[in-house]
């Protein structure tokens, strides 16, 4: 499978600023990358599906606007979290597409704005 | 109706006990079904992955899709404390665009007991 890390792990920022995570995919080009939020003790929301050269493609409900997705190249993609709010706190996590359907899932980035 | 039904438990098993994990879905087009591991604060980790009908064994994981009954299950034998995780079922299938998002489960919190 694919190897995927994810920068920063944890971050606290405060309300009003913007927060960008990386998501690398380590030993694999991936052209499809996906941004999910996690909520505690429920299932993964997907936000949106980021391709490679091209702009995201969002989810229903999920703002655009405040939530910016690039995907420079086939290792990269950020998500950039603009003018944060305490109900932005959430653990974010990015994925891979397989050569099938699988995917590969990032360690996670805990964002907590205060 | 949800597309995919999981029972998030918890479950509670004492070690060595053979475990079931369960999932329904309504989505005749899922082919691809996955099934994931997910320790607290961590991104989801690959366990199985099948398609369509039939069973798949990995070590002490098997896992079984019943595409007629809409049915898909994973156990887990000779169950270990370090099994002791969030399990979540994941599905994709054909459908234009979107061939590759998954859809998930709510995920069942088991606790394998020492």
């Known amino acids: 499978g694919a190897v995927v890390s994810q920068h920063p792990s944890w971050v606290i920022c405060k309300s009003g600023t913007s927060v960008k995570i990386e998501c690398r995919s380590l030993?694999?080009?991936?052209?499809?990358m996906f941004w999910y939020r996690q909520f505690p003790k429920q299932s993964l929301m997907l936000m949106a599906t980021s391709n490679e050269g091209s702009k995201a493609t969002y989810e229903q409900g999920v703002e655009k606007d405040k939530f910016l997705i690039n995907h420079a190249s086939l290792t990269l993609s950020t998500l950039t979290v603009t003018s944060a709010h305490p109900e932005d706190s959430s653990f974010y996590i990015c994925?891979?597409?397989?050569?099938?359907?699988?995917?590969?899932f990032g360690p996670g980035t805990r964002l907590t704005v205060t | 109706q949800k597309e995919v039904e999981q029972d998030p438990g918890p479950l509670s098993v004492p070690e060595g006990a053979i475990v079931s994990l369960n999932c329904t879905y309504s989505?005749?087009?899922?082919?691809?079904f996955m099934w994931y591991r997910q320790y607290s604060r961590k991104g989801p980790e690959l366990l199985m992955y099948t398609y369509s009908s039939g069973n798949k064994e990995d070590g002490r994981f098997t896992a079984q899709v019943d595409k007629s009954s809409k049915y898909i299950s994973l156990f887990i034998r000779d169950s270990q404390p370090s099994d002791s995780a969030t399990y979540l079922c994941?599905?994709?299938?054909?459908?234009?665009?979107?061939?590759?998002?998954?859809?998930f489960g709510k995920g069942t919190l088991l606790t394998v007991n020492p």
């Open positions: 994941a599905m994709s299938g054909h459908s234009g665009g979107s061939n590759y998002k998954l859809t």
């Open positions: 989505n005749s087009a899922f082919q691809y």
């Open positions: 994925s891979v597409s397989g050569r099938g359907y699988e995917q590969y």
């Open positions: 030993d694999f080009q991936a052209t499809t």
